[in-house]
């Protein structure tokens, strides 16, 4: 068993103390469940951790006039049994329940989701196993060992929830000592595996805003083995008056948007728009041939809205 580095754990129980120790450098543990296999790994020894778990105002799913406002420490199994989220956004619903296990739902939170870390298989092992490739360019390294001659990270952002909460125009409400903001989850995401994430170190996301839904939309992933895998691919689609979009993720540091009239249109334009790297267990060609085969099976899923 690898052990956790050591480090000093608060565990506050207002926002407002869990923002002082943020803006003094602590880093947010909200369910642990990749930050601490991540510690393990040391790709992060931080000194200070603050624990989200005892704010009770971070676990509320308030229904609005129309949507509803997830807070960010709400875990993956209360959100996929929400009734206002089973009604208004099942396909969010239907996302926590493809997160790993139903053990590791009921950890996981939505704002772990939506600040997931980007991943690799050169990445997410331990330190000696990094250590003797010596290391890449995201963690102590001076070389892709997916790309050797390029000079970005193509980590992968494999968040199962996001492809949907994109296309529910989900707006992420952050705070800080400095004050509130709130950004579009289409916005919150860089094209470097390294810098991928919009938050910054002193900030913590504080709720997820979901508006009406104005379109239905379709939940897909793809994965190796279906008890636990992480997803080869990720797929959301929805239909509107404004016509059928698809949102293609696994696939690279940020989520990929593609839209068209029809379901061929938008399957040919996500295979054309997404470049996967390949894999030992999933090649190249694999991989693009089964976004355009997923887009389609995800389209034949869609409801009128
Ligand atoms: C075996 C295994 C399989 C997994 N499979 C999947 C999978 O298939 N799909 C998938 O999407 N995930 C998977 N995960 C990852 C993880 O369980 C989920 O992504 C989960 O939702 C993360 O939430 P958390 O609360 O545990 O995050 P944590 O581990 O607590 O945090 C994750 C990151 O988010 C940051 N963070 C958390 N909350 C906030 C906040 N409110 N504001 C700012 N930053 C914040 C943390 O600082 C950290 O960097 C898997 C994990 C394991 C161990
Ligand atoms: S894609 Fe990123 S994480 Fe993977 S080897 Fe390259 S630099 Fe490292």
Same mark, same amino acid.
């Given at each position: 068993?690898?052990?956790?580095?050591?480090?000093?754990?608060?565990?506050?129980?207002?926002?407002?103390?869990?923002?002082?120790?943020?803006?003094?450098?602590?880093?947010?543990?909200?369910?642990?469940?990749?930050?601490?296999?991540?510690?393990?790994?040391?790709?992060?020894?931080?000194?200070?951790?603050?624990?989200?778990?005892?704010?009770?105002?971070?676990?509320?799913?308030?229904?609005?006039?129309?949507?509803?406002?997830?807070?960010?420490?709400?875990?993956?199994?209360?959100?996929?049994?929400?009734?206002?989220?089973?009604?208004?956004?099942?396909?969010?619903?239907?996302?926590?329940?493809?997160?790993?296990?139903?053990?590791?739902?009921?950890?996981?939170?939505?704002?772990?989701?939506?600040?997931?870390?980007?991943?690799?298989?050169?990445?997410?092992?331990?330190?000696?196993?990094?250590?003797?490739?010596?290391?890449?360019?995201?963690?102590?390294?001076?070389?892709?060992?997916?790309?050797?001659?390029?000079?970005?990270?193509?980590?992968?952002?494999?968040?199962?929830?996001?492809?949907?909460?994109?296309?529910?125009?989900?707006?992420?409400?952050?705070?800080?000592?400095?004050?509130?903001?709130?950004?579009?989850?289409?916005?919150?995401?860089?094209?470097?595996?390294?810098?991928?994430?919009?938050?910054?170190?002193?900030?913590?996301?504080?709720?997820?805003?979901?508006?009406?839904?104005?379109?239905?939309?379709?939940?897909?992933?793809?994965?190796?083995?279906?008890?636990?895998?992480? $997803?080869?691919?990720?797929?959301?689609?929805?239909?509107?008056?404004?016509?059928?979009?698809?949102?293609?993720?696994?696939?690279?540091?940020?989520?990929?948007?593609?839209?068209?009239?029809?379901?061929? $249109?938008?399957?040919?334009?996500?295979?054309?728009?997404?470049?996967?790297?390949?894999?030992?267990?999933?090649?190249?060609?694999?991989?693009?041939?089964?976004?355009?085969?997923?887009?389609?099976? $995800?389209?034949?899923?869609?409801?009128?809205?």
């Amino acid at each position: 068993m690898l052990p956790l580095p050591r480090f000093q754990l608060s565990r506050p129980t207002s926002l407002a103390d869990a923002l002082i120790a943020v803006a003094d450098g602590a880093v947010v543990i909200a369910g642990g469940t990749d930050l601490l296999p991540s510690m393990k790994h040391r790709l992060f020894e931080p000194a200070r951790v603050v624990s989200l778990a005892g704010i009770a105002s971070l676990r509320t799913i308030v229904p609005q006039e129309r949507g509803l406002v997830l807070g960010s420490g709400c875990t993956l199994r209360d959100v996929a049994r929400d009734q206002t989220v089973l009604r208004l956004f099942p396909a969010l619903a239907a996302a926590c329940r493809t997160v790993a296990t139903p053990t590791i739902q009921a950890m996981g939170t939505i704002g772990g989701q939506v600040a997931l870390d980007t991943r690799c298989v050169y990445y997410n092992q331990p330190a000696g196993w990094r250590q003797s490739v010596g290391g890449c360019l995201k963690k102590d390294g001076a070389v892709c060992h997916v790309a050797p001659k390029g000079t970005g990270c193509y980590a992968a952002h494999a968040a199962d929830t996001v492809p949907a909460l994109w296309l529910y125009d989900a707006v992420i409400q952050l705070a800080s000592t400095a004050g509130d903001r709130e950004v579009p989850l289409r916005d919150l995401y860089g094209d470097d595996g390294r810098t991928w994430l919009g938050v910054r170190p002193d900030e913590l996301i504080t709720s997820i805003a979901l508006p009406a839904p104005a379109s239905s939309v379709v939940h897909r992933k793809v994965r190796t083995r279906a008890a636990i895998d992480y $997803a080869a691919l990720l797929v959301a689609v929805s239909r509107s008056d404004q016509g059928l979009r698809a949102v293609v993720s696994a696939v690279g540091p940020r989520p990929i948007e593609v839209a068209a009239a029809t379901p061929e $249109a938008l399957a040919e334009a996500a295979h054309e728009a997404v470049r996967p790297l390949g894999t030992h267990l999933h090649p190249v060609p694999w991989r693009r041939a089964l976004v355009r085969i997923e887009v389609l099976r $995800a389209v034949n899923g869609l409801i009128s809205p």
